[in-house]
C-alpha cells in the first residue's frame, strides 16, 4: 500500500513538473542575443530600432569575412580573407557543385546508401538514411544542402566518384580550377580534419560559381522540403527538411536592411572546431547580388548572432556600391502594391481563360483531350513526390518540441528508475521476512 502511495504522489508531483516546464518554454520572452563578450544585439528590425542597434563591422567575431559582388566576384569588403580556415559545413557547397556538374547527374537517377556512407556518429546532422535505402539524386541533393546531411553528402560522393576519398580529391581539383587555390578538402561532408581547409575569398568564388547554375539556387533558396516514400520508410513525408540557414526562414520584415530586398542562400556550417559558418547571398532593391562569407565565429557566440553578422556584412557592402535605401514602411507598402497589381492581372486572366474555356467547351474532342493532358500532369506530380513548402517552423514551435523531448526522455527516465526502486524495495522485503521465519 506505501509503495502504490509514493507511486501515486510522484506521478502527481513529476506531471505537475512537467506542465510547468511546458508552460514556461511557451510563455517565457527569447532574450537578446548575447556575445561571448557580454554585448547584447537585437532579435528583430523592431527590437533594434525600440532598444537597440545593429553591430559594426569592427564588432563581428569572426575570424574571416568577405563579401564580394556576385556579377562579377569584385571584393567589397574583407577581414583576413586569405587566412585558412575549417569550413565545417559550407563544404557542401562545394560538394553540390561537382555533382551538378558531373555529367553522369540525373535528379531521377536512383542511389542506394551504402553502409560506409549511413556510418556516422549519433550526433552528425543527417537526414536518417539507412543501410540499403534508395533515394534520388534530387531529394539527396536537398537533403545536402537544407538538412546538411552528412550521410547524403556520403552518398552522392559514392555515387559519382565511387568513393568518398575520391570525391573528395576531384573537389580540391575542381575548386582549384574555379580559382579556389588555398584550399583542400579531405571530404565532402566537412566534419573536422587537420587538412580540411578553406579561405573566405576561396569559399566566395565556390559560392559565386554554385550561385550561377539554376538547380542550386532552387535548392538553397527553399525553406522546406519533403523526402518521399523509399524502400525503408513508407510513407511520403517521413522526413520533412527544415533549412538550416535560418535566414530563409524570416520575413523581409525580421531582420531588415533598407539596403537589402531579401536573402536567396545558401549554407551554414558549425563544428568546434571551426566555430559558426555562414555563406549568404542578398538581393538589393536594385536587383544587385551580394554574396558573404563568415568563417570561425567563436563557438562560445550564440548562434543567432551568426545571422545578425551576416545582416551587417550585406548592408555595408550595398553601400559601399550605392544600393538604394528603401524604409521598411516603403517596401512593404510596395509589395503590397505587387500583389493588387497580380490580383487585377489575375481578374484579367481569368476573364480571359473563361471566354476560352467557352470555346472549348464547344469542341468536345477539345475538351478531351485537355483532360488527358491535365490527368497526366496530375500523374507527373505525384511520381515526383516532393513538394517545397513555404511553412517553416517558428522558434517557438521548435522550443515546445525541444521541451517535449526533454519531458518524455526524463519520463521514461524518471519511470524506470522508480519501477527499479519499487523493485528492489520488494525484494528486500520478502529477504526481511523469510530471515524473521527462518529465526522463529
Known sequence: MRSKYLFSNYCKWFYSFAIVLLILSMTIPVSANVTASGQSWPNSFDDATANGRWPTIEEIPAKAWIVVDASDGTILLAHNEYDRNFPASTTKIMTALTVLSDSSYDPDRVLTASETAVDLSWDSSKIYLQKDETIRMHDAMAGLMLASGNDAANVLAEAVSGSIEEFARRMTVEAFALGAENTSFMNPHGLHDENHYTTAADLAVIARAAMQLPDFRELVSAETYSLPASNKHWFNGWNTILNTNRLMHFDQSYLYSPYIQEIIGIKTGTTSAAGFCLVSAGKTHDNRELISVLLGIPYEEKQGSTWIYSRTLLEEAAKKIGAPAVKLEDYLAEQAGNVGD???????????????????????????????????????????????????????????????????????????????????????????????????
Open 342 to 440: 497580380n490580383n487585377n492581372a489575375g481578374d484579367n486572366i481569368g476573364e480571359s481563360i473563361t471566354e476560352q474555356t467557352t470555346e472549348v467547351v464547344e469542341t468536345s474532342e477539345e475538351l478531351s483531350d485537355q483532360t488527358n493532358v491535365s490527368e497526366t500532369i496530375v500523374k507527373d506530380n505525384n511520381t515526383n513526390n516532393q513538394s517545397v513548402s513555404d511553412d517553416g517552423e517558428n522558434d517557438l514551435q521548435s522550443t515546445v518540441k525541444f521541451w517535449i523531448w526533454i519531458v518524455l526522455a526524463l519520463s521514461l527516465i524518471s519511470f524506470s528508475l522508480l519501477v527499479v526502486t519499487i523493485r528492489q524495495r520488494k525484494i528486500i522485503r520478502k529477504s526481511r521476512i523469510k530471515r524473521t521465519r527462518h529465526i522463529r
